[in-house]
């Protein structure tokens, strides 16, 4: 066959490791001789060098063939591989297909070089190509699962199993028995495969600073964010010379490496799957593995620190420190929780759970005799929500709840459709020997008829109530015992009479002329 009469391809060379020195020559060489026996000529080649063929997106080369065949641009008629663990160790051997099926699609076949056999799409082709890809997965699962288990083995005897060493801390090189060698660089890796990692204080300035941290957290009760804001105004540099973050100055106060242990298997990223963070019951601790930057009585302080504050509870711990207080107090307020030093604070109660009220619900605290005077606010809306109860459970038949905003404003229907809007009135002295009830119209409700529902003076329990046609004022305003205004409705008696008044008030106010005739 002539030079006119050969046939254009490309080939893609890879190799996993830096360490497979002639990987990529050896794959070339094979691939050529192939070449030469088929009929092709290589023109072009991709290649991806020290690349996992786990994932395609670190795939520089194969994703550069893949754009240049679907685009239509390649000037080869085929791709040339090794073999079909080259190719790529997908765990899902679907992609694999996936993408030699692109290129074949485009004209552009794949032709796998060392294999036994052809890639001519033939029945004992395909299974034995789906044989290969499977045990070219399997192969990267069970290499995994070896490397870990060498990795587990060393995080046990203390030794580093790669990543950064962190702020205040440096990589010191050593030999199986620990002596140094020398420090690493960053960037820098071991050249011997005997010899180990582990870490070590690095330099004094940095010390000084992670111990500063320290300080200001166990002796000055100071937020992560309050100590990176103090180290940025400082003028204190991080690595790289960037600024502090309250992320790594909780790094810096959480991890043990700061106090010599050495801590393997915290995340799991096996096979480039996502990240997860994984229990401390699966960590791997190595106590005093390297020279520690704090004493262990000062971490120790520093964890419960910590666990303390109200950002690392969880729900569950915040709504027991609620009931621990009810227990040891007999009730609960918005003054007792904000001078509780065990307690967060009401503001991080309604920041988590919508409202104290609703933190007060979960606890089973809600009742309108269960709250103090200074929580008037809490009282008043237990008293509506066991109005309403009440009402409900009298006319089962007759009346459903309906929310306004998924929290305790909500209104009463009847089953007739009228809406009936829910006014609690708290009693209140604007000046002295003077006894009048606040009245906060609910713009969206001003004109429903409204169960009007006063409080005695104490505003423990019910004075009165009144069904009206509607509120005719705009905003928040106040009425006498004997008020005139409140003659526009009819007060009941007895809660008994709750639906017939109040169908008889919305009949009266439908027969009534508009305003102004």
Known sequence: MTANQLVPA????????????????????????????????VVLTYRDTAKSGLVLRHRVGLRQLLQDVVSGTATYRAILVYDVSRWGRFQDTDESAHYEFLCKSAGVPVHYCAETFANDGSLPSLVMKALKRTMAAEYSRELGIKVFEG?????????KQGGAPGYGLRRMLVSPDRLPKQLLADGEQKSIATDRVILVPGPAHEVQVVREIYRMLVSEKRSVHAIARELNRRGVAYIGGSKWHPKTVGIILTHPKYVGCHVFNRTSYKLYTPSVRLPKSEWILKP????????????????????????????ADVLDDLRALLASEGKLSIALIQNSPDVPSPASYARRFGTMQHAYELIGYGR?????????????????????????????????????????RSL???????????????CVRPWKDAVRWRIDAIRYESQLVTLLARLDEGNRSFLDFHILP???????????????????????????????????????????PPCGL
């Not at 830096?18 to 000529?41: D, K, P, W």
């Not at 262990?296 to 964890?303: G, H, I, R």
């Open 412 to 426: 009463l229907r009847l089953h007739k459709g009228l809406m009936i809007s829910l006014i609690i009135a708290r």
């Open 288 to 315: 005093n593995a390297f020279e520690s930057v704090v004493d262990e009585t000062t971490f120790a302080e520093a964890q419960k620190v910590l666990a303390n504050r109200t950002i690392n509870k969880s729900d």
């Open 368 to 408: 309108s005799a269960q709250f103090g005077p200074l929580d008037v606010g809490h009282r008043t809306r237990a008293l509506r929500r066991e109005l309403v109860a009440q009402i409900v459970g009298m006319f089962p038949d007759d009346i459903s709840i309906v929310s306004r905003n998924g929290r305790w």
């Open 470 to 512: 509607d509120i005719d004022r705009p905003s928040t305003f106040r009425v006498s015992l004997q008020d005139s205004w409140l003659e526009r409705g009819k007060r009941l008696s007895d809660l008994s009479q709750f639906c017939e008044v109040a169908a008889m008030v919305w009949e009266t106010k439908k027969s009534a």
């Open 151 to 159: 990795q587990k083995r060393l995080a046990r005897l203390g030794f």
């Open 10 to 41: 490309a080939q893609y060379l890879r190799m996993s490791t830096e360490h497979q020195q002639y990987s990529l020559e050896n794959q070339s060489v094979a691939i050529q001789r192939y070449a030469e026996t088929q009929g092709f000529e």
